[in-house]
């Protein structure tokens, strides 16, 4: 198993452990906390898993484009099993969650409703209630990690990156 496919897991059990934690102590509705906690461990990660294949596999060495594939392995894999436990988390686990969603979602439409004639208002509302389901989450969470991810790994590729010493012929 490559170095990247473990950090992803690595990442992925932190953020499972986070979920959980602030599920059980009732800070869940905190969402944004968990976000920005779940973001620095995917940097994290991500800049131990390009040093790792660097320093330990490659001598070293490490062009951007190995060092950019390195970290956005480890972004697909937190991505996608990220979302699969998000769905089990608002599925079975934290049944609380799609209503509490779908009401702040609400509370937002509201507050925007004077801005809105009254056929664009239920038309909101109706992508709104689509958008609050747990697969319709859980999909667009992969498509903002992946694109995240991908700016944050090309970030640490070219901050990390060592590339090959020129070979002296003698």
């Given at each position: 198993m490559?170095?990247?496919v473990m950090y992803g897991l690595y990442v992925t059990a932190a953020n499972i452990v986070l979920t959980l934690i602030m599920y059980f102590t009732g800070l869940w509705k905190s969402a944004p906390a968990i976000g920005y906690i779940a973001f620095i461990f995917l940097i994290i990660a991500i800049v131990m898993a390009i040093?790792?294949?660097?320093?330990?596999?490659?001598?070293?060495e490490i062009r951007f484009g190995q060092a950019f594939s390195t970290g956005f392995t480890?972004?697909?894999?937190?991505?996608?099993?990220?979302a699969i436990f998000f769905f089990v988390y608002t599925q079975y686990i934290n049944t609380e969650f799609e209503p509490y969603m779908a009401e702040q979602m609400e509370?937002?439409?509201?507050?925007?409703?004077a801005n809105m004639s009254e056929a664009e208002f239920?038309?909101?509302k109706s992508m709104a209630g689509m958008m609050s389901s747990p697969a319709m989450m859980a999909i667009s969470q992969i498509?903002?990690?992946l694109i995240l991810g991908s700016i944050v790994s090309a970030i640490c590729a070219a901050i990390l990156k060592r590339d090959p010493r020129p070979q002296v012929m003698s």
């Open positions: 490559s170095n990247a040093k790792d294949r660097r320093d330990n596999e490659n001598g070293g480890v972004v697909l894999i937190t991505a996608i099993l990220g509370i937002g439409m509201a507050e925007q409703k239920e038309q909101a498509l903002m990690s």
